[in-house]
């Protein structure tokens, strides 16, 4: 808001009677306040379009199952031999971490069962690494899923 001043006539007597001072130290808040609605809104429309899951292909089986219960899955991705990594639910993990990573999880877990996802191209010998891993964790039960003929 402009703060009007008196002051005097200037030395020639000429000049204003009334002086207004902005203070520059003032922001304006209404366009920054615009500017961050419309970043929001752009965020909160394009957020889902950007999620993606893992693409995987699951083999497929005749007497496939649903799985019921809490699940803990590991998938194995087809690039898995050149990355050396696996995917612990969401989360993308070392080959290395894994042993960890499960038996902290089957700490407070009371079914101790672990669903194994692998593309229809991973070969058996690195299923079985894996499957080692998790044994190694204190998996009790390793189930491998596979999906059923009409599922897509």
């Known amino acids: 808001m402009p703060k009007v001043q008196a002051a005097g006539p200037a030395p020639g007597g000429r000049g204003r009677g009334r002086r207004v001072s902005t203070n520059l130290a003032e922001i304006n808040v209404v366009p920054l306040v615009d500017v961050?609605?419309?970043?929001?809104?752009?965020f909160m429309v394009t957020a889902p379009m950007i999620q993606r899951g893992i693409d995987v292909k699951l083999p497929v089986a005749r007497r496939a199952s649903a799985v019921e219960g809490e699940r803990v899955f590991v998938t194995v991705p087809a690039a898995?031999?050149?990355?050396?990594?696996?995917?612990?639910?969401?989360?993308?993990?070392?080959?290395?971490?894994?042993?960890?990573?499960?038996?902290q999880k089957m700490e407070t877990a009371t079914d101790k069962r672990v669903y194994l996802r692998g593309d229809g191209t991973v070969q058996l010998q690195d299923l079985m690494t894996i499957m080692d891993r998790l044994k190694d964790?204190?998996?009790s039960d390793v189930g491998i899923v596979a999906k059923a003929p009409g599922d897509r």
């Open 36 to 42: 961050m609605l419309v970043l929001l809104i752009i």
């Open 80 to 103: 898995f031999r050149t990355e050396g990594s696996v995917y612990l639910g969401d989360e993308r993990i070392r080959l290395e971490v894994l042993q960890e990573r499960v038996r």
């Open 137 to 139: 964790a204190g998996v």
